[in-house]
T-cell receptor, first 113, second 115 residues
Framework: DSGVTQTPKHLITATGQRVTLRCSPRSGDLSVYWYQQSLDQGLQFLIQYYNGEERAKGNILERFSAQQFPDLHSELNLSSLELGDSALYFC????????????FGPGTRLLVL | AQKITQTQPGMFVQEKEAVTLDCTYDTSDPSYGLFWYKQPSSGEMIFLIYQGSYDQQNATEGRYSLNFQKARKSANLVISASQLGDSAMYFCAMMTQGGSEKLVFGKGTKLTVNP
């Protein structure tokens, strides 16, 4: 158990819908990262937050957004869902910005029908 | 741009034998970290081992060791005394210090341990 929690574990929804994925980092970790794992794209970095502020953006679609709250949990919002958004979404956390090891949550498996 | 290459889509090893999973990387940053993660069929990503670019010695964590050859830009994972539970996907990843602390992943190697 990495100490990072993600909910829900599985999510099935329809095209055009909006979903919210939730992540709680390890106790004491200030940095939260979101990654998407799909069959065709592999594991790709989406976005990073540090202590409530957006730190870096990767290959994140405009339909996707995220935020980190004062209690350091983070949410990834996916809207206008398409079939291709079906993937495993991981949240990871680390202590700070100094290249510390990122510990991953169990992931949320999203299926868009 | 940073890139990780894992050239072995699949590897097979007999139980109790050692196996090496290959990883090469490309970066122009002088400071970086290399990571290996294990992803069992259940889907979670499990951190295995870390090697910093300035570390003089190869990293070891129990049965896992990282064969770091900086000049060749390789960071191979060695698993000794393979166990059936080692069957999983293994991902090599890199983090550079010159910007975002994001991880860049390779495509992974699927390891199968045979009894």
């Amino acid at each position: 158990d990495s100490g990072v929690t993600q909910t829900p574990k599985h999510l099935i929804t329809a095209t055009g819908q909006r979903v919210t994925l939730r992540c709680s980092p390890r106790s004491g970790d200030l940095s939260v990262y979101w990654y998407q794992q799909s069959l065709d794209q592999g594991l790709q970095f989406l976005i990073q937050y540090y202590n409530g502020e957006e730190r870096a953006k990767g290959n994140i679609l405009e339909r996707f957004s995220a935020q980190q709250f004062p209690d350091l949990h983070s949410e990834l919002n996916l809207s206008s869902l398409e079939l291709g958004d079906s993937a495993l979404y991981f949240c990871a956390s680390s202590v700070d910005l100094k290249g510390e090891t990122q510990y991953f949550g169990p992931g949320t498996r999203l299926l868009v029908l | 741009a940073q890139k990780i290459t894992q050239t072995q889509p699949g590897m097979f090893v007999q139980e109790k034998e050692a196996v090496t999973l290959d990883c090469t990387y490309d970066t122009s940053d002088p400071s970086y970290g290399l990571f290996w993660y294990k992803q069992p069929s259940s889907g979670e990503m499990i951190f295995l081992i870390y090697q910093g670019s300035y570390d003089q010695q190869n990293a070891t964590e129990g049965r896992y060791s990282l064969n770091f050859q900086k000049a060749r830009k390789s960071a191979n994972l060695v698993i000794s005394a393979s166990q059936l539970g080692d069957s999983a996907m293994y991902f090599c990843a890199m983090m550079t210090q010159g910007g975002s602390e994001k991880l860049v992943f390779g495509k992974g190697t699927k390891l199968t341990v045979n009894p």
